[in-house]
């Protein structure tokens, strides 16, 4: 069965940067992108990006697209995302979520979330 | 971008109403739409995609149907299980993908 297990909780400081990770098992990890999704405390879900773990290409949301890098790493069955120069706004629970299946990209199987606080 | 509006924002019902939820897009997406449930503290879970499919193990009285612009979720009878936030996702490949801002349903 499809797992996407997620790295634990991180405080960090106005200016510095969150490298979030998410090590996939239960399917070929190439054959799927990844998508990253946040959600600030009681807000909606907001789509980040996604990754195709085969060869590393991804999409970004315009908003993230000067902070944000993903990156996967297929010996291991690990995408990450890393976001810069955190504010107080990025304050947020970060799910990956893998592609559903087919042609189409949307989320069909989602990590447990990791949240991320930005405080100083 | 394309932007996905739900409505209502709170839908208030009693066990074993039929209720439906609305999402419209501001462009057509034909039927790349998805439904997802969220509960408190959890991730989303995939209800339908397509605008029409059900997601394995997803119980029959969810069901969704549209396409172009406009989408409805309709739960047939109201369980208290299925108290949630419910959100449309927008997947034409026009990046970004949008969610829709969420349906919170209660019980009455």
């Known amino acids: 069965q499809v797992q996407l297990v997620q790295s634990g909780a991180e405080v960090k400081k106005p200016g510095a940067s969150v490298k979030v990770s998410c090590k996939a098992s239960?399917?070929?990890?190439?054959?799927?992108?990844m998508h990253w999704v946040r959600q600030a405390p009681g807000q909606g879900l907001e789509w980040m990006g996604m990754i195709n773990p085969s060869g590393g290409n991804s999409n970004y949301a315009q908003k993230f697209q000067h902070r944000i890098t993903m990156t996967s790493d297929t010996s291991t069955r690990t995408v990450s995302v890393e976001l810069s120069s955190l504010r107080s706004e990025d304050t947020a629970v970060y799910y990956c979520?893998?592609?559903?299946?087919?042609?189409?990209?949307?989320?069909?199987?989602w990590g447990q979330g990791t949240l991320v606080t930005v405080s100083s | 971008d394309i932007q996905m509006i739900q409505s209502p924002s709170t839908l208030s019902a009693s066990v074993g109403d039929r209720i439906t939820i609305t999402c419209r897009a501001s462009?057509?997406?034909?039927?790349?739409l998805a439904w997802y449930q969220q509960k408190p503290g959890k991730a989303p879970k995939l209800l339908i995609y397509k605008a029409s499919s059900l997601e394995s193990d997803v119980p029959s009285r969810f069901s969704g149907s549209g396409s172009g612009t406009e989408f409805t979720l309709t739960i047939s009878s109201l369980q208290p299980d299925d108290i949630a936030t419910y959100y449309c996702r927008q997947y034409k490949k026009d990046f970004p993908f949008i969610f829709g801002q969420g349906t919170r349903v209660e019980i009455k």
């Open positions: 239960g399917y070929t990890f190439t054959s799927y992108y």
């Open positions: 979520a893998r592609d559903h299946g087919g042609n189409w990209n949307y989320e069909g199987y």
């Open positions: 462009q057509s997406i034909n039927v790349w």
